[in-house]
C-alpha cells in the first residue's frame, strides 16, 4: 500500500552536482523519518544520510560537506543534493521511509527500488 519512487540517477563526470528525489506515496498516516543508503558493486550497502520529521539531518563521514539532504513534508518527498562528486560515490542509491501507515500498524521501513548514480573519471 506505500510505494517509495527514487529519481534522478544517471552518469555525472566528476566534481559536478546531481540531485536525487524520492517520493512516497500511499496509504501513509505519518513519516518519522526518511534517509539514503547507497551500494557500490561488490560492497556492503552504506548509510548516507537521514532526515527526521523534525528536520534534524547526519551525514555518514564519507559524504559529510560535499552531501544534503532535505525533505518538502508537504510531498512526502526526501531529496539529496550531491555535489563535488567523486568516482567512489559511484553506487546505486536507495531511499527508505520510517513510516506509519493509516491502518496504524506500528512504524515500519519501506524501500525505494533504487537509482543508479554513476561518476566518470
Known amino acids: 500500500q506505500v510505494q517509495l519512487v527514487e529519481s534522478g540517477g544517471g552518469l555525472v563526470q566528476a566534481g559536478g552536482p546531481l540531485r536525487l528525489s524520492c517520493a512516497a506515496s500511499?496509504?501513509?498516516?505519518?513519516?518519522?523519518?526518511m534517509g539514503w543508503y547507497r551500494q557500490a558493486p561488490g560492497k556492503q550497502r552504506e548509510w548516507v544520510a537521514v532526515?527526521?520529521?523534525?528536520?534534524?539531518?547526519n551525514y555518514a563521514d564519507s559524504v559529510k560537506g560535499r552531501f544534503t539532504i532535505s525533505r518538502d513534508n508537504a510531498k512526502n518527498t526526501v531529496y539529496l543534493q550531491m555535489n563535488s562528486l567523486k568516482p567512489e560515490d559511484t553506487a546505486v542509491y536507495y531511499c527508505?521511509?520510517?513510516?506509519?501507515?493509516?491502518?496504524?500498524?506500528?512504524?515500519?521501513?519501506?524501500w525505494g527500488q533504487g537509482t543508479q548514480v554513476t561518476v566518470s573519471s
Open positions: 527508505n521511509a520510517d513510516l506509519r501507515r493509516r491502518d496504524y500498524t506500528p512504524t515500519q521501513r519501506y
Open positions: 500511499g496509504s501513509i498516516f505519518s513519516i518519522k523519518a
Open positions: 532526515i527526521t520529521s523534525g528536520g534534524n539531518t
